[in-house]
């Protein structure tokens, strides 16, 4: 994958997701460094939970990936998970952050939820930021939409390309492609909603502005030899396609980045000393919980809901139920 990521003043400049991953790594480090020290913790103490932390939050990526988004094909195959294959997820990554660091606050006996109140302003940010990566290289993208807020991505985005692909050979050598593309999408996005792919972009000079004005090359409408007038239009075999989709990405970014203003707002508040941890909890879980509802890599897990909203809202439970008992025991005091 090598998307354009800014055009600026004739400049292009490309990156991977990856890119943008050890940007955001090197931004949290410096800022959550700043906190600790002024909070009175040492820079060897701090560089060593933060190490722990990152390490936990890579294992735990790799293996919620696949415990939880891509469940079939490490049932098939559980040594999948050691190989280039698949990704990294970012609930996951989030999660097992936050239990390397508990570690080790526990094994050097410090107050992990005091640690925390310097972490997640900074942490949160960086969660929006890394959503909006994702938009940038096409990956993580929502379900087929007709709405007004409906996008596509570059083709040079393998993320992207990647289902569209899957889906090819499905339609690409038969005499009815529309039928079945439509068929595809059916509940989803019809075929007016579906914009011609850049293999066919030389047809938009001919009147042909989506899927469903090609449907006049195709019988009942059209006979004789309409074959090899596909074939001289590209559309013999049927090329690639791809409906517009919702932005989740940016809906993320969005949700994510009013919960870092939230906590930038109340965390200097005395009520909200060692409780960060938990606001930030229940505010990017429930985040995920909406988000997947858009997504287009669902994993459905049971009710209609998927492994993250099952996760997500063991988390907002929990979160809350702890938060009383803190609550309770502050009012005894």
């Known amino acids: 994958m090598y998307p354009l990521n800014f055009n600026f003043f004739g400049i292009s400049i490309h990156g991977y997701e990856g890119h943008w991953a050890f940007g955001i790594l090197i931004m949290g480090y410096i800022w959550q460094r700043r906190n600790c020290l002024k909070a009175g913790y040492s820079s060897d103490w ?93 990956d993580a993208y929502g379900s087929p939409t007709d709405s007004i807020f409906g996008v596509v991505f570059s083709e040079n985005s393998d993320a992207w390309m990647e289902k569209w692909r899957g889906l090819h050979s499905l339609y690409a050598n038969s005499d009815k492609p529309l039928n079945i593309i439509s068929q595809i999408f059916v509940n989803q996005v019809n075929l007016m909603d579906i914009p011609l792919p850049d293999a066919l972009s030389k047809l938009k000079e001919e009147g042909y502005t989506n899927l469903a004005s090609l449907s006049k090359l195709y019988p009942p409408v059209a006979s004789g030899n309409y074959k090899e007038i596909l074939i001289s239009k590209g559309l013999f075999p049927f090329p690639v396609v791809y409906p517009k989709v919702h932005p989740t990405q940016l809906y993320e970014t969005a949700l994510v980045s009013i919960l870092f203003v939230f906590l930038w707002k109340i965390q200097n508040f005395e009520w909200t000393k060692e409780k960060l941890f938990f606001f930030f909890w229940i505010g990017y879980a429930m985040n995920r919980f909406i988000i997947e509802f858009f997504r287009g890599d669902q994993n459905i897990l049971a009710l209609n809901l998927t492994y993250a909203q099952f996760i997500s809202l063991t988390i907002v439970t929990v979160s809350l139920l702890i938060l009383k008992i803190k609550n309770l025991e502050y009012s005894r005091n």
């Open 46 to 138: 701090f560089l060593n939970a933060f190490s722990t932390a990152i390490l936990s939050g890579i294992i735990f990526s790799r293996l919620f990936h696949f415990l939880f988004w891509d469940t079939n094909n490490f049932l098939a195959n559980p040594m999948i998970i050691f190989t280039s294959s698949g990704g990294f997820a970012i609930l996951g990554g989030t999660v097992g952050t936050a239990f390397g660091g508990y570690l080790y606050c526990k094994f050097t006996n410090e107050s992990f939820l005091r640690w925390c109140d310097y972490l997640m302003v900074p942490l949160t940010f960086g969660l929006a930021i890394s959503r909006f990566s994702c938009f940038l290289n096409g």
